[in-house]
């Protein structure tokens, strides 16, 4: 398995791009890919040029995440001005406008059925599902508190909820929070099951393998990869290699590779039969917020976004 290089766009943001996610082709358009940025904007992107379709505005501060809808024809942003803005993809109509507390929207996630969406809210130490049908909030996925604290402990800042995804058949819900804490949830239920042990600083980015419902991989600050059997509770393995933080991590659609971004300025790929990273590719100046693998068939592609302002495309094969 190799990356090669195929497009790279300087400042296709006036300020950092934290965010990237393809959104599905549909009957009238093939698949884009859509960035957001600390400048406020979503943008769309043709592949394999980069070529800019559009510009999305509507938040009044930087935009920390992206998702798309599995139909391809809308999708979402999170923005630290605490509000979700859900928009058809081809008019930037306004589909919904969800609202959170301060600091309770970070990532955001529609399940693999398009029904849902779950939110990582951040200071709540939860994760919200809206239902995608009438934009109510349906669950609060709370964590628990760990064992003999009070509410008045500091504890409930350390769960600080940064990251969530789900299983590829929607049945479960998994959350990375600050101090390092793996939660899974039963979606059907909204019921807390278990954590994963393993990492001690924050968990920023998580994403479960779409061939192996129950293998979840998560990235951490503290430089390591940890794959997990998230119904087992058990760590499978960890692979390391990156110099920095690990701010993002995605899996093939073949469920053979990883790929992260990290502090260190690089994107790593890493073959997850082997254990072990088999490139580091050094297209960005700057930390690497998001890593993105087009779902779905060949030919293969990753994007990766940065605090330098580019986008870069590589042929994944």
């Known amino acids: 398995m190799k990356l090669a290089g195929l497009k790279s766009i300087e400042d296709a943001h006036d300020e950092s791009v934290w965010a990237v996610t393809w959104v599905p082709a549909t009957e009238s358009r093939p698949s884009l890919l859509l960035t957001g940025s600390l400048d406020e904007t979503v943008r769309l992107w043709q592949p394999d040029e980069l070529v800019n379709r559009g510009k999305m505005?509507?938040?009044?501060?930087?935009?920390?995440s992206v998702a798309a809808h599995p139909s391809g024809r809308i999708?979402?942003?999170?923005?630290?001005?605490?509000f979700v803005r859900v928009f058809d993809v081809d008019t930037n109509n306004t589909v919904a406008s969800l609202e959170a507390p301060p600091s309770e929207v970070w990532q955001l996630r529609f399940n693999p059925q398009g029904t849902m969406l779950a939110v990582a809210g951040g200071g709540s130490a939860s994760v919200k599902v809206w239902d995608t049908a009438t934009w109510d909030i349906v669950a609060t996925l709370s964590i628990p508190r760990p064992e003999g604290t009070k509410p008045t402990d500091k504890s409930s800042s350390k769960k600080f909820v940064l990251s969530v995804a789900w299983s590829p058949d929607g049945r479960r819900i998994a959350c990375g929070s600050m101090d390092g804490t793996v939660s899974v949830f039963d979606a059907d239920r909204a019921k807390f099951l278990h954590h994963l042990e393993g990492h001690f600083m924050p968990v920023r980015s998580l994403v479960f393998s779409p061939v192996e419902p129950r293998l979840l991989f998560t990235g951490s600050d503290d430089t390591h990869v940890h794959m997990y059997d998230a119904e087992g509770k058990t760590l499978v393995g960890a692979m390391s290699g990156h110099a920095g933080w690990v701010l993002s991590v995605d899996v093939s659609s073949d469920g053979a590779a990883v790929a992260t971004g990290s502090s260190d300025r690089t994107v790593r790929l890493w073959d997850i039969s082997m254990r072990g990273a088999v490139q580091t590719m050094s297209n960005h100046t700057d930390q690497v917020w998001g890593v993105a693998f087009r779902p779905g068939g060949m030919p293969g592609r990753l994007a990766s976004v940065s605090d330098d302002k580019s986008i870069s495309l590589y042929d994944y094969s």
């Open 57 to 64: 505005t509507g938040h009044c501060l930087g935009v920390a």
């Open 75 to 82: 999708a979402a942003s999170a923005s630290l001005d605490s």
